[in-house]
């Protein structure tokens, strides 16, 4: 009875470690040796060959996506600093109002003990 791998499997032939992949192209099921396949998961240089010569590889590495999140990492620490720099802002700002509203109820109490005699 014949067995059913899946792709991205591990199998061991001969001492070496084989990935079960498909080509994007043909859709042959064939088996990549594992050194060949992390090193072409680790750059998007390397290709891969299916039987029927098709050339396939990963367009997006490990490394890139990890660069991306970096990158976004950073942007959106920068977004929140610039929103606590804002907040910070806006807060002086509304003390500054709430001390000029007080001082203004002051002076208008004032002048209206003023005009009752």
């Not at 088996?31 to 039987?51: E, G, M, N, Q, T």
């Not at 996506?65 to 807060?91: H, M, T, Y």
Request: aromatic share 4%; net charge positive.
């Amino acid at each position: 009875m014949p067995r059913t791998v899946q792709r991205g499997s591990v199998v061991a032939t001969a001492g070496v470690e084989l990935v079960v992949e498909i080509c994007p192209d043909c859709q042959c099921v064939h088996a990549v040796p594992r050194d060949l396949y992390d090193r072409a998961v680790a750059d998007s240089k390397v290709d891969i060959y299916c039987p029927n010569g098709h050339r396939w590889g990963f367009t997006k590495t490990l490394r890139e996506d990890l660069e991306k999140a970096v990158a976004a990492g950073a942007r959106a620490e920068n977004r929140a600093a610039l929103c606590a720099l804002e907040r910070d802002r806006i807060e002086h700002s509304r003390a500054a109002l709430r001390g000029y509203l007080t001082r203004l109820k002051k002076r208008v109490a004032a002048a209206g003990e003023g005009t009752d005699e």
